[in-house]
Antibody
């Protein structure tokens, strides 16, 4: 079964750090770009970051540039989102998605909640 | 303020046709594919339409997409109660070097 499972969310103080993980299974992970999308409580979807198949290309939304880093580990079939200098406005459910070139985000995880609050 | 503009809501009686618009610019919809995602209450989003008008396997053919210039639209013909949820358009934006989503449209079956 093709599946993405996120983990690592939780409560963190403003200015803190957190690393999200997304474990992929059921498909050849190395063949696909991967993306993180977030959704603040009661709000719409916001693209956060994308990484290409071998990790050589990374793209970020302006609001997280310099604070978040997307990476991947081929051996662990996982993609990560390292988040630093967290702000209240980063509070959201973070979804991991498979980014199938020309098809869009065709597989989504269940999401992991990040709450930034003192 | 989202880069792609969608109406906040749309509604219809069961069986009716409902359309949702998505307005962008030359740097996103005007130069790249449009995608549509459906998010049912309490669930993760799901890909509904890709490459402007293609349906992934398993998506009913009552969902259809189209694009013209810098605008796109999603049509639901034969609205069902189980279609109720939020619908988002998305596209790659060449100026921003990233994906952009619409603000979302909440669809209600009256």
């Amino acid at each position: 079964e093709v599946q993405l499972v996120e983990s690592g969310g939780g409560l963190v103080q403003p200015g803190g750090s957190l690393r999200l993980s997304c474990a992929a299974s059921g498909f050849n992970f190395s063949d696909y770009w991967m993306t993180w999308v977030r959704q603040a409580p009661g709000e719409g979807l916001e693209w956060v970051a994308t990484i290409n198949e071998d990790g050589s290309e990374k793209y970020y939304v302006d609001s997280v540039k310099g604070r978040f880093t997307i990476s991947r580990d081929k051996a662990k079939n996982s993609v990560y989102l390292q988040m630093h200098s967290l702000r209240a406005e980063d509070t959201a459910v973070y979804y991991c998605a498979r980014d199938y070139a020309g098809v869009g985000f065709d597989i989504w995880g269940q999401g992991t909640m990040v709450t930034v609050s003192s | 303020q989202s880069v792609l503009t969608q109406p906040p809501s749309a509604s219809g009686t069961p069986g009716q046709r409902v359309t949702i618009s998505c307005s962008g610019s030359s740097s996103n919809i005007g130069s790249d594919y449009v995608y549509w995602y459906q998010q049912l209450p309490g669930t993760a989003p799901k890909l509904l339409i890709y490459n402007n008008n293609q349906r992934p396997s398993g998506v009913p053919d009552r969902f259809s997409g189209s694009k013209s210039g810098t605008s796109a639209s999603l049509a639901i013909s034969g609205l069902r109660s189980e279609d109720e949820g939020n619908f988002y358009c998305a596209a790659w934006d060449d100026s921003l070097s990233g994906y952009v989503f619409g603000s979302g449209t909440k669809v209600t079956a009256l």
